[in-house]
Every structure is written in C-alpha cells, then in structure tokens.
C-alpha cells in the first residue's frame, strides 16, 4: 500500500525528531562516566545540556521566518546537516569546552529542525488527516526515548560515551536523502520584514530564562546569580510583549493567543510539560541514586515508558472521535499527572513488574495527552499565520521542558539541604509528586476550552490514506 502524504512527510520528518530524542534521553544516562572521562564534576557538565537548551530558545522563534525566506525542506534538510556536525564535533571532544561547542551547533539545528519539519507537515497534510497525521509524525520519534535509555547504558558500560553521538550519524544521513527526494517544497509568498528588535529582546530573555532554568538547585553558580538572571530574563521578556503588541510584524506573535484552542495548548501544553519534562531528570537519579542501580539497568527500566507512548498513537484519532478534545485533554491530564505521581511511591523493594507497569501505562497516557495538545493547538490557526504558531508553540514547548527540569532539581536541593544528607527515595518521592500535581493542573485549563473544539479535525479520512 503506497505511502499517503499523511504518512510519508510525517515518517521523513520523524527522523529529525528520532535523532533528537534519542540524544537527549542518551546523554542523561551517560552523564556521570562522560564526566569522569573528561575530567570534570558531573554537576558542571550539565552545561553541555543547558547549552543546547538554550541554543534551541534562541533560535527557535525565528525558524518560521527563516523557513519562509529560505524554503522549508531547503532549511530542513541543512538543519539536520549541523545537527550532524555538531554530534561529530561531540564525539571527538577532547574537553568540556569543545563538547559544549558541539552541543550549542547541535541546538542551533535541533531549532530549526523540529518547527520546521512539523510546518511541512502542516502545509502539506489535508486537517481531516492531522490527528493520524501527528500520530504518524511521533511515533517513529518516540522511538528514540525507547533505545536511548537502554542503548546509552550499554554503549556507556560496554563501549564508549562518543559513541552516543556518532549513532545519529548513519540516521540523519538517511534522513537527509530522503528529504530531499520526497519532501514538497513549502513556503510563504508573504515575506514579512525581519524584527531585529524583537529577535534582540528574546535571544537575551530565552536565554537568561532557560539558563536560571537549568542552573537553579544544580550549585553550577551561586543562587544569588541564578536570581539575577532569571530578574533579568523577566524583564527583557516583558519588554518583548511591550514590543510585540505595536510590532506590525512580532517574531513572536503574540495575537495567535486570542485563540481559545492556541491558548489552551500554549498554557495547558506548558503545565503539563512542566511535569513531564521532569521526569527523565528525576527518574534515573532516582534509580541510580536513591536504589543503587547502575546506568544499564536504569535505562532497561524506564525504556519501558515510550512503549506505552507508541502503543497510545494507535488508539488517538478513535479515542478523540469518541470523547472530543477538550474531555480527552481535561480528563488525560489528571490521569496521566498521577500516574506521574506514583512513580514517586515505588521503592527499591518494589515488584520490577509493578514499576514497568506503572511507567508502561503512564507512558500511554502521556502520548494521548500531547497527541492532542499538539493538534487542537492547530485547529482555529490559518495557512499564513502557520510558520508563527509552530515558532512559538516549538518555543513554548522547549522552555516549559527546562521549566520542569529546573523544578525537579530545584525541589531536591532544597530537600538535600534540609536534611544535610545524600538524597533519599523520600526526598525523589517528594519531588515526582509535586511536578505530577503540575501536569494535573493542566486540567483547569483545558476544562475551559470550548466543547466543540478541533470538531473539524476529527471528521472522517478520504479512503485513498488508509
């Protein structure tokens, strides 16, 4: 049966997300023997996650104006190049410095690739097939979470951390044959003027916002400069919603809010990332630190989360035809936020069966909740203001993951330093707790999404794509 176009452009865009998935659910793993290897303390080279986070804050609000200036697949396919230079460049580090290099060239194409890729799809994809359509798109990337744990614990123990990244060499040169032979060329024939002035405001606000992010809770600087920087990410963000309100043409286009589902998916979206975005954090250190596992078998232990997310992408488009978004997104939100929680409850003497059935359906749950999010956020947005909408929904997404990462290390140091002690299983079930409650919250805001939200997106297929 050949390809339909809501298959095939999702399938070749998914590459882009499987290499990005796959390298950051690897190095957390491979963390502590990278460190050892280069010569540091584990807590510093979390810059090199904190560097590609922010270089993905930075330049992901332009990437829609950059992907209409340019072309789609044209940017596409050369942000999965410097994606590949930067993990060749990781590879080889010889020190901290120049891994961080390879990491910030890494982010620059990581923000460029996934808006751009989902804009494709967008522009490419009849509405009626979006929900198959994201279905198709996320499965494939989804597999990257599913080897990456257990594939970082092996190459980490058996062989070598470079390896980690040298993997997405074979991947993304497969990916970028096939873009260039089958994906369509899209891009705006209204090429609005570049905002200078906003790009300036948001590079240094993103920036200042995921740096206090990624650093606060860690001891990498002093609470008092974390303080000082996030003050100063406040500020100049405030200054850009001054801006972007008489900007004729905002980098950031904050009008897209005035949508009721946009809205929903951007604040809805957040808190619930806020939570899980946490978890990929909390969830090897508890196992490593708080059980005294070792990095293989963390990783052969939480793997076991993406299969219940592929296994829900089968089931999105008949779950949501029958309930509609907003019940699915308010009731999925509270019962996948608790089963966040309970991870918080398994203990060391915890059945293995009990812990994997605990991260298999909640895993589930989470894929169905962000199947949704990622789809109603499109259903009132029209064909030009497209390439803004994926800009700022990719931003939206990123900060709120280093939001709960921040959280969860947050929570731990201060429950580290009211006990003056090693953490315990306690102090991680405190914290997988409280960022479970921040993605149930999320429920308060999709409860007040209109009833007949996304309806047009839920209509039947053409026969010709099944």
Known sequence: MPLGTSRSVPLIVAVGLFMEHLDSTIIATALPRMAEDLGVAPVRLNLAITTYLVAMAVFIPASGWIADRLGARRVFVGAMGLFLTGSLTCGAAPSMEILILGRLVQGLGGALMTPVGRLVMLRTVPRAELVSAMAWLTIPALIGPVVGPPLGGMLTTWASWRWIFWINLPIGLIGMVAALAMLPEVREDRRPPFDGLGFALSTVGLTAAVFAFETVGRDIVPLAVDALVALLGLVTLALYVRHARTAEHPLIDLKLLRRPTFAAAIWGGSLFRIGVGALPFLLPLQLQLGFGRSALQSGLTTFVAAIGAIGMKVAAKRVLTRYGFRATLTADAVIAGAFLAAIGFVTD?????????????????????????????????TAEETSRATAFSSMMQQLSLSAGVALGALTLHVLEARSSGPLSSTDFSIALTLVGSVSMAAALVFARLPRAAGADLLKAEPRATE
């Open 349 to 381: 003497t915890t059945p293995l069966a009990v812990v994997m059935g605990i991260l298999l359906v909640g895993g589930f749950f989470r894929s169905l909740e962000f199947t949704a999010i990622n789809v109603v956020a499109y259903s009132d947005i």
